[in-house]
């Protein structure tokens, strides 16, 4: 079974790349390659790789910056048609000069104005930015380690970051946002709304048990193994 990181690779090399190169030469239009990109966010949902609420931008960032790494069809035909318009405007060659004088290629964006944009649109959304925009002054080198090194499975990855994106139907989410009838407070404590860092964190019913047992007591295992090393 592929990790997340092996999925999402062996997708960009293997899928993605076949439509790369006749970026442009064949004339893609806008809904062919939206199609397809819909259609692999399909298949990763199917196959529990993608949260059915997962943040779509965040799909397509880079890891290093707390994505998931994929590559975008319409983002890919667009950029690399756009260094070629670059790269023949430039030549001095005389015959791709004839070429650059015919107008038949289209200046498209470059690799770092589209991560900027999705950049920029995954923050500010309202609910799916929050953990990004909330964490952005304490963030360390570390912080997005999990997702570079892409060692996790692929649905452990998928869940980790529909939780940071508030994706999961919390009954705060449900109420709030699905507008569904049920009581925003945890069903757990009934103290405080239920979101995912009441869940994980301040859930009064969860800290004697849940919390000690799975995870501050699971730390304690690992760093005593690391000193006996």
Not at 207 to 215: H, L, P, Q, S, V
Request: charged letters at 35%; proline letters at 2%.
């Amino acid at each position: 079974k592929l990790n997340g990181g092996n999925v999402v690779n062996a997708m960009n090399s293997r899928a993605v790349s076949i439509i790369r190169y006749s970026a442009g030469i064949a004339k893609w239009a806008k809904d062919e390659l939206r199609k397809l990109d819909r259609k692999a966010r399909k298949l990763l949902t199917i196959n529990k790789t993608l949260h059915p609420q997962g943040d779509v931008d965040r799909l397509y960032l880079k890891r290093g910056v707390g994505g998931r790494g994929l590559l975008s069809v319409e983002d890919c035909v667009n950029i690399e048609g756009g260094s070629l318009f670059r790269y023949i405007r430039g030549s001095k060659e005389r015959l791709l000069r004839f070429v650059s004088e015919e107008n038949i290629l289209e200046e498209g964006p470059t690799k770092i104005e589209v991560s900027e944009e999705r950049m920029a649109k995954y923050k500010n959304k309202v609910l799916h930015g929050q953990f990004e925009t909330a964490t952005e002054q304490v963030r360390d080198p570390e912080t997005w380690g999990w997702l570079k090194r892409g060692i996790l499975k692929k649905e452990t990855e998928g869940l980790l970051t529909a939780a940071q994106d508030q994706a999961l139907r919390t009954n705060s989410i449900r109420n709030r946002i699905d507008k569904e009838d049920v009581s925003p407070m945890c069903r757990l404590c009934g103290e405080r709304e239920e979101t995912v860092s009441h869940i994980v964190a301040e859930c009064k019913k969860l800290a004697g048990r849940e919390y000690k047992m799975w995870r501050h007591d699971k730390v304690g295992q690992v760093i005593h193994w690391k000193l006996c090393q």
